[in-house]
């Protein structure tokens, strides 16, 4: 391209700028009058200013910039905006190049349409001021910042088509999650994935702050990036046609050398282990464009410009001349024709259909999902003879069930997990599939591959955020993670779950796969490593979400997890949390009746219960709980032959809740069919117990539930001790059955003592010997007889 | 130094580095026979074999050279040990200078002691397995990996004598939370702050993978560091006496660097900005010295080392054979007298006295915590006039208070906050201090200064990293930080509330300060950044944990903050959480009634109440509800004169449950006679309704609780927009009362129809006009009469 021509075809596209900064204005500022075809009136403003503009300006000069390249390059790209606040300029730029209009069709390329996209922003009823999930194009929220950059190489797995260009602000870098995400360049194998170019854009300031990366030298940036592994390029500067030269030099080097790299890869025998790939660092002002002063204080360039930088446009005039100067200096009439639609020799900058960052169904995941082939779960079912006479694995079985889905499914599934994939005893997958591992290998390493397709890396951020953007592009995944750091990603589970919410009332969102967690390790299997690493918490904070949208699973033994497994692979568009031990413990019930009990959610264990109206429930939810229980009940019947126990499970525990509370919830009928309306509950629960009273309190039979679960008694000791520092051993139950029977207590105080004895010898011979007693770590189920 | 003697010095060193290599196989292993003075036999072996060795070899060799350094320079060091499961390396090092036995008498310096010292590790009823509140000299457990280096900064900030070395794994490196930890260096001042030296311990392995860092270039990692804004020096290898003179020589190098910059900057006129400052990165052997081989599989310099690296010691006789040579290479009989004591040549290694490590009083923050100074609140408080009456910003008077505290404890006091101070409404403390910033500082930059004592960084994973480091070397501290974002530090809460649970039960450490959060910007005040900001849940999460140490407060107005924020600073050994807003509201209680209700933490608002029994309690907690509760009443009044309506307003949570729940609890007696045995109680409460419902369910009116609350229901819209969605606002709270009060509704029909039109008027003139009704923004309590 000839030096004018270049000239010529960024001068257009300063314009094209000029454009979506006017839209972003406009978004921000006004509810009519968007053309500004008259004075601007106070009731042309609106009454309460929301929104952002500090860093719109500069993510409108990327949007423009990578238009640019995908018409040259014929580029599919996946536009990440890390800046969420830069809403209205994602907004501005889809609805410039038509893919708003599309989704929206009341927002129409016109000036009606215009004075709608305007009004709607930060308006009730209308879009939010981030990059959301109304927002066409975007697959990542940015309300809490961090996550960007996971998300960018979440979606550019498994995509060998496709390159993300990624914004980070400088407000976002300074994050945890952020800081270790672009470790990621070291888990792409560019063969098989695309990539990614993360676009750190510097402008300097948060809210109220300079920040740290903004403040640092080119020379300790470089440094940095290049430490990473990135090869840093620098656009610097504020005066638009010299950054527009460097910008369109820059990306021009980086789209090369992106293409040199995969071309070499894709077309050599190995693939290159972790090339120096380019990444771009662009200060530019915030709030680039706007006011450089208001009322003497530095707007431009400096945090002030961070929301709305003139405040008072509606009552004071000198304000509203400064908005109204601001928006002319864009020369609107320059950009939009008569009927308000953007110039043609300006929509000409736009790529078209679907290469449109707008319409790109990398954005809109479940355009593109494949479902996932399952096998049959009868093929992998454990044959467990009499309830409790045989021990197995569960995680180890469902292990051997992923290590089929892998087979089946090469380019569509990964698991991901923070180095406890083995821990968790789901090592089978690694029959199939190898750790993916780009930095060098050993000769003596194991299971570690280029091509391998289990993503471990010592950050449950990455994790999250990877199976986020995977999830988003339309493919499937599995989270496993230990329980107790699960918390770790608290705050990113609440996004994916309002992500998701909202995802559902848009039409034009398609359902994406589930997003599933499988929690082993778990509370009661971490004696070894003790209190730091025993909290079943998770599942209180995933139980405040919309019930649409979670699921909580505790199946009780090695086939009901297969089944729950199974199910929670084949669902869409919800967070389905799975918890599931890892150690050898007794089998309950096979892959007939597991289908069943799982079905229903909850119910009696008839193999397990006395025939008719019970005198006692004992309930349980949760595998050690469960075995805990039917050991309570073995010891029951010893004492109390003619004692009616009913044994309940619940597999499915928002089952618990009402019909109203929860789609899976059982009616009152069902309830009471299982947990009568009158008898002891002795409720073996595997976190919290406040939680099972949360879930049941609207039961008619809510005031006989005792729950037994994980009072906060943590310390490195065995299994059995965890149990017992918690009641939630068998012996405790035992004693609260005795207790809650009407006047059982009063005939057999014998029976308590004799509990109490056996707790006391328990902890007489585990201080003494440092493991649980023979008559504990031998049981097995007695059953009825 | 001759380089004879420093020859003989390192041999001496190496001695002792064998010795607590050796009691650290001990503890993993040994039940009895500790010196090994007998053939090692199966009932020598602990029948479960718990804890880390892979990393311990590298912490006892870090662990002696800086003994050697303290010796020499007469320092004060803080070891901080980010891989917490290199337990068994803490424990021996502070049992061979004598700090252990000091603490733990019974774990006295001989070979009984040592036998118990070997037995109680990873035991029942003993110690856990890492560096956790029960190991002298530690400040960080480490269970849960990712924040030594931000515990590390907080210990150093205002402690100019402290020097903190601190180890941080390469697993431990990957997380988020330790890679923006680096960062802290840049808010560290030479001149009134000590300083950290990071020792990034690349050892090359996880649980079963390769680190990231352990397979990057030394080039790579040089690079990464320096653009950090560190000097990185290189330790590499694994023959010993190689290592040692590398490692004496970079230590050197690193604390006469450290020692220069001090000076430089202590006896200059001005702080420098932020000098290169010294790092180590050492890369030696996972499980260095321990068995190369086991069953033909390497474990030396592999991840198989991690755990215990030969298993079968017990039953196997091969494996005990491998152990008993392993022990026996470090040579017992050359380390420890006839007696099990350490012998004096190496004793004299150690440094003395709180020199000694495990004996720091940095380590024991209780030890030199100082009270905080605090002004009368009334100076501070607010006039009010009649409730309702005025309006005031609840964060901004407590920012007042902020401001007198900062100059009031000019070495003692920080806040903390992720850019968020001045939105929370807290700037008055920008009149006594800034924000530390020791990066460049710009001449129109405001509120920015090299000794400024509010930290400001967009990392809520520093922040509290940053304050726990701070409050555990003795110090008081406040977050401030958006409600919804809080989640991010659940699991850092988590991990402090476990922390402060053990330290409770010992008597060697003293009580520190609580961690207070002050929560605003919260979810009913967000309706301008949209759902991705509106999350009430952190106080669901909080209240899982152990009652003693955890406090929930939602200050309904300015002068209950007041009175809540001073008394959370004054407390020690707790989690204080409070909820406050921070844009104008009515104010309801004048000091002297927020002293009184607020020590209550829940009562009648007589003012605002009919006198005699009640037909219906309107009860609140949190300021939204508050203020939506009594627009309520006023409703009910104007329609209803005769309706004999009580007020509750509930400041202190966790005081509605029972007295065995929560040492705050109410008794029967007590909530009964606010809440009443059989009236309807209509509660409006700032968090998901489910928490009250958890909290109350064991009260006797709990059947009568109808709780408001948030469901989820999130939007970017108006503040009362935000209520009505989620139907806690004044016109469905007047709804409820008149439905639950029996016969009411069917007797004023016409009521419920005028609420509902109400409500739908407020909906055509908030997406008409993008604010809220007059009568709602102009709303003045109308008073009982």
Redesign the interface.
């Known amino acids: 391209m000839t030096q004018e021509s270049l000239t010529n075809e960024l001068e257009l596209l300063d314009k094209y700028w000029r454009a979506a900064n006017y839209l972003s204005v406009g978004q921000i500022y006004l ?1 009519s009058n968007p053309l500004l075809r008259n004075p601007l009136l106070p009731e042309h403003i ?3 200013l ?1 929104g952002h503009w500090g860093t719109t300006p500069g993510l409108n000069f990327i949007y423009a910039h990578l238009n640019r390249i995908i018409r040259q390059r014929d580029l599919d790209l996946l536009y990440v905006c890390g800046p ?1 606040h830069g809403g209205p300029g994602m907004v501005a730029n889809t609805w410039l190049e038509g893919s708003y209009s599309e989704v929206y069709p009341h927002i129409s390329e016109d000036e009606a349409g215009m004075q709608r996209l305007f ?1 709607q922003f ?9 990059a ?1 999930p109304e927002t066409p194009g975007s697959i990542n ?6 996550y960007s950059l996971s998300h960018a190489f979440g979606a550019a797995f498994d995509h060998p088509d496709l390159i993300v260009p990624c914004v980070i602000g400088d ?2 870098a ?8 672009w ?1 990621g360049i ?1 888990f792409l194998n560019a063969r098989r994935d695309g990539t990614v170019l993360p676009i750190l854009h510097l402008n300097g300031y ?7 990366l903004g ?2 030298s080119d020379e ?10 990135y090869e840093p390029l620098f656009v610097c500067g504020h005066e638009p046609a010299d950054m527009h030269r460097q910008m369109a030099k820059a990306l021009d080097v980086a789209f090369t050398s992106i293409a040199e790299f995969q071309d070499e890869t894709r077309n050599g025998s190995e693939p290159m282990a972790v090339p120096r790939w380019p990444m771009i660092v662009l200060r530019s002002p915030k709030g680039w464009t706007g006011p450089k002063e208001v009322d003497g204080n ?1 707007v431009e360039d ?1 945090w002030r410009a961070h929301q709305v930088p003139v405040a008072a446009c509606r009552e004071d005039e000198s304000h509203r001349l400064i908005l109204e100067n601001w928006m002319r200096s864009y020369q609107p009439d320059e950009l939009f024709d008569i009927s308000g639609r953007l110039k043609p020799e300006l929509r000409a900058l736009v790529p078209v259909g679907n290469k449109r960052m707008g319409s790109s169904p990398y954005a809109n995941g479940g355009r593109l999902r494949r479902e996932l082939r399952t096998p049959d779960i009868y093929d992998f079912a454990l044959e467990i003879g009499q309830p409790g006479s045989t021990s197995g694995q569960a995680t180890e079985l469902f292990g051997r069930y992923l290590s089929e889905i892998f087979r089946r499914n090469q380019d569509n599934f990964r698991l991901f997990g923070p ?5 968790n005893r789901l090592s089978p997958v690694f029959d199939v599939t190898d ?1 993916t ?1 780009m ?2 290998i ?1 000769d ?2 194991e ?2 591959g280029r091509d391998g397709r289990v993503m ?7 994790c999250q955020g990877w199976l986020e953007g995977y999830l988003l592009t339309g493919r499937h995944g599995l989270f496993n993670c230990y329980e ?2 699960i ?2 990603v ?2 990113m589970f ?2 994916h779950a ?1 992500w998701l ?2 995802t559902r009332k848009l039409g034009w969102r398609k359902p994406v796969s589930s997003l599933n967690y499988l929690l082993s390790s778990h509370v009661w299997r971490q004696d ?6 025993q ?1 079943p ?1 998770f599942i ?2 995933v ?4 019930a649409d949208i979670v699921r909580i699973y505790l199946p009780p033994d090695a086939n009901t997890l297969l089944w729950v497994g199974d199910h929670c692979l084949r669902t869409w568009d919800r967070i389905n949390v799975i918890v599931a031990g890892k150690q050898p413990s007794p089998q309950w019930l096979d892959m007939d009746s597991a289908i069943v009990h799982c079905e229903a959610g909850m119910g009696v264990w008839e193999w397990a219960s006395s025939a008719g109206e019970p005198d006692v429930i004992m309930a349980c939810a949760g595998d050690v709980p469960t075995m805990e229980t039917l050991a309570a009940v073995d010891l029951l019947r010893a004492y109390l032959p003619d004692l009616r126990i009913r044994v309940v499970n619940v597999v499915d525990l928002l089952a618990m809740q009402t019909q109203e509370q929860h789609p899976h919830g059982k009616s009152e009928a069902e309830f009471d069919a299982l947990f009568t309306c009158d008898k002891p509950v002795i409720f073996a629960f595997h976190g ?1 117990p ?1 939680l099972i ?2 879930l049941t ?1 609207q039961r008619n039979n ?1 005031r006989n539930f005792h729950v037994h679960g994980f009072n ?1 008694e ?5 299994p059995f ?1 965890m149990t017992v520092l918690n009641e939630l051993d068998r012996y405790h139950l035992a004693q609260a059955a005795i207790i809650h029977v009407p006047g059982l207590a009063d005939r057999h105080p014998e029976l308590l003592d004799d509990l109490q004895e056996r707790i006391a010898e328990h902890h007489r011979y ?2 003494e ?3 649980d007693l023979p008559e504990v770590k031998n049981w097995i189920w007695k059953g009825t007889e």
């Open positions: 509810m609106k009454p309460r929301l969420g009004k930060s308006f009730p009823g209308g879009i939010p001021s981030h959301a929220e940015g309300g809490e910042l961090g407000g976002e300074e994050t945890g999650p952020l800081a270790a995400s470790h070291k948060k809210i109220a702050n300079p920040t740290i403040r640092s300790d940036l470089k440094q940095l990036f290049s430490g990473y592994g530095k400096f180095d406890e994939t083995a821990s750790r591992w930095e060098p050993k003596y390493d299971q570690l471990e890396i010592l950050s449950e951020h990455q107790a750091f918390h770790i608290d705050s609440n996004q309002k919410k909202v070894h490593n003790g209190y730091s690493h909290d918490g209180d904070h139980a405040n979400k919309k919290y406040s009273h949360r309190y809510h906060e943590g310390a490195t000791t065995t001790d585990v201080r010997n440092g493991d």
